[in-house]
């Protein structure tokens, strides 16, 4: 199987869920369990600027589970949205600026606004770029 140019996620088999087998690993239901007992704290809602880059602002709600710790020592950030689906994908960023890789959960959210995250962490791939990994088929949230 292959690796990514860092050498720490595994790529899946290719699927309706997982087209091109792109990099990364979830446990679904761990990650779930763990935003159900914990909860989720929105850090930046829906319109609100980048406290350190004011020119970005998010579309969706952001913010991170509680009582987690991730690689870069913060909360597994998370983006929220208006459904109710539960976690539905995430996505693997590179963030230049930062020089990391880093994973951030998808929760909540209708088809849109998934291609709406996606759209976001990809929009500037100089600076910040991401692979989108689907827990269900596109399709099936439609």
């Not at 690796?3 to 990099?23: E, K, M, Q």
Request: charged share 20%.
């Amino acid at each position: 199987m292959p690796t990514d140019p860092f050498g720490c996620l595994t790529a899946g088999p290719a699927d309706d869920a997982n087209p091109g087998g792109v990099y990364g690993f979830v446990d679904w239901k761990q990650w779930e369990g763990l935003i159900s007992l914990k909860g989720i704290t929105i850090e930046r809602p829906a319109g609100a600027p980048h406290p350190d880059h004011p020119e970005i602002v998010y579309p969706i709600d952001y913010g991170y589970v509680n009582g987690t710790l991730t690689v870069d020592g913060a909360e597994m950030d998370v983006f929220k949205g208006t459904a109710d689906n539960g976690l539905v994908a995430a996505i693997f960023t590179e963030d230049a600026r930062k020089g990391d890789l880093e994973a951030k959960l998808i929760v909540d959210c209708t088809p849109a606004e998934i291609y709406l995250v996606n759209g976001f962490i990809n929009f500037a791939p100089s600076l910040m770029q991401g692979r989108l990994l689907m827990r269900y088929p596109m399709r099936s949230l439609w």
